[in-house]
């Protein structure tokens, strides 16, 4: 009759040893082996990797955090084993090794097996392990996550291991019962997909195991830090902030879910730093609505933890090409790079290396999580030769806009005049005892205010008579000429479009294709209907007007039909603009940008400026 695994602790045990399956690379495993080796004594340690590699993979930890690969050579063929910070087997060695624990790795030679996996991978879709979010773990436990994942090991989706298990189970469930007979507490870390094979043959007898052939040659070789997304199990960002709590002085836990909002405020402060304008800057919503976004792309493929290509995706919808590529470009990094490789460099792939510039095919002797490639556009910001070029080709005289975003903006203002004249017709509404009639209803505020009096007040709102005649918007009213040096009034090319006054940034420094040019406003004027006015940068009328803000305002009042004029801005409109309107007979109405959506208003003051009407027929290329 076969043994049962006894739970102990959380724990697997059969007679003396602890089995602990793990997924390589995966940080959840390497923290349920650092809690089993912190909580329990063991006498020895076993790990599920081939003999030969034992002396490189423990030169190897010894230079962690720097992080190397170990490299069986044959004659067409290698296979390899990546000293991964995050990964069970790496942490468990590393442990041990500062405990003074005897440390044996018990796998048969890999050389013809790997060859063979890697024959089955090229003509199958999934080239790794297929099981449930390792994040799993942290909730429900070891015993839990192999109870619900048991039945798995053998189906078809990891059909092609099967073979190879029974030559590798067989090894390493023989020399466990050698271990058993001279150790006490024995801690064996190997290959989840192992689990089913050891199992059995653990309890079985035979006289006689397949040891296999040994590599021609092992070497330990450095991974180029273009490699390591390849390589390593988790992204390399998070391997990093795993790596840097363990050279903390106090106890603490890596947590995936904190480390994925890290990654995206590092993005975000590495974002700022190429484009420290204030319309690229993004808030603390904006990473909330992406992580939300994430959550969502996650459990459609059943997921529980996004991996990078969500986080792209994420990145992308919600804060824009740039912002994802620098995400990219973060999640890859792995800071702990400072000193002179020790061993030589090389470029690798998960399914070959390249050594002495000979590509070879390669295969890991514990396989990971099948990834799954995908590809995303992303526009890349052009370089500094292709900008030069657009810049010396671009005609200064003919410019026009996108007519997309003036579409946009416009209805935005339609908006905002329905609000404005709300606004105006509450400031006006008048209360007064009731006395025979309720007029415009009951007055609530004042009622309460009054209850003790036992008094009801009723309002009375007059009819507004009139219409905004111009909206101004203020994003920015610091008199910065050099931040905002684009000045211009652009006249309207038909009746349902306003004319238009603003002062911006400079199109030259940000074009984005050839005859396209990106800026944001500073302010902005809208007035309707449309009128054919001069220019109000040269206007002398408004030559008193101290900031540009102002002059923006005085125009407004000045050229606008309508007795209502809209400004929205941080801040009330000065003295001086106030007693300008009441000569102009004109009424401001303050709306403040607070009251407004920030993501609303960052796409509002982005725009494009065309260099010719012809500009249109090609600019959605360049225009995201």
Known sequence: MKKKFLIKKGQLWLDNICFLPI??????????????????????????????????????IQLLPYITVVLAKERDFHHYFPIDP?????????????????IHFINCEMGEICRQIWK????????????????????????????????????KKNSYYSLQNDIQAKYMASRLQELSLEFGKILFVFSIHHLPFIFHYYQTEFKSRPKGKSPQEISLYTIHPDSLYNILGEVPYFTYLY???????????????EGLKKLLLKTRDEFQKDFPEEIYRLSLQDLQTALQYMKKLSLIKNRLIPDLYEMVVAAKGIMGDGYALKLIETAKFYPLFEVEPPYPTIKMTDKSVRVNKLVFPACRVVPSIARE????????????????????????NTVCSWPPEDEIIE?????VRKRALKIAQISQVRSEEFQSTLKDGIHIRETLRNYHLGKIYVKEEPQIHGEVGAIIFIFDDHMDKEKYPYRLTWLPE?????????????YKKELVGPGVARCFYGGALFIYPPQFIPDVWEDRKFITAPSDAERLIMAGLYYAEHQYIAVVAKKKPSLFTKNYATLQKKRLLFLPLSSFSHITLQKLRYFHVLNGKQVRS?????IR
């Open 23 to 60: 997924i390589a690379g995966k940080v959840s495993f390497a923290l349920q082996v650092k809690e089993t080796l912190l909580d329990t004594p063991f006498d020895c340690l076993a790990i599920g990797l081939p003999e030969a590699y034992y002396t490189k993979t423990l030169q190897g």
């Open 373 to 396: 490639w995908k590809k995303i556009k992303l526009e890349k910001k052009p370089g500094k030769k292709q900008k030069k070029q657009w810049k010396t080709c671009w005609n200064p």
């Open 494 to 506: 038909h009746k349902e479009e306003s004319t238009l006054a603003f002062y911006a940034t400079d």
């Open 243 to 257: 790596e840097k709590i363990k050279g903390t002085l106090y106890f603490k836990e890596f947590e995936k879910t």
């Open 86 to 102: 995050c990964d069970g087997m790496t942490e468990s060695i590393r442990l041990a090794m500062q405990d003074g624990s005897p």
């Open 618 to 622: 090609w600019a959605s290329q360049f």
């Open 120 to 155: 089955k991978q090229k003509s199958s879709t999934h080239h790794g392990l297929i099981f449930p979010d390792d994040f799993a773990l942290e909730k429900i436990g070891l015993p839990a996550y192999v109870q619900a994942v048991y039945t798995d090991f053998v189906s």
């Open 411 to 415: 209805n935005f203002c339609g908006y």
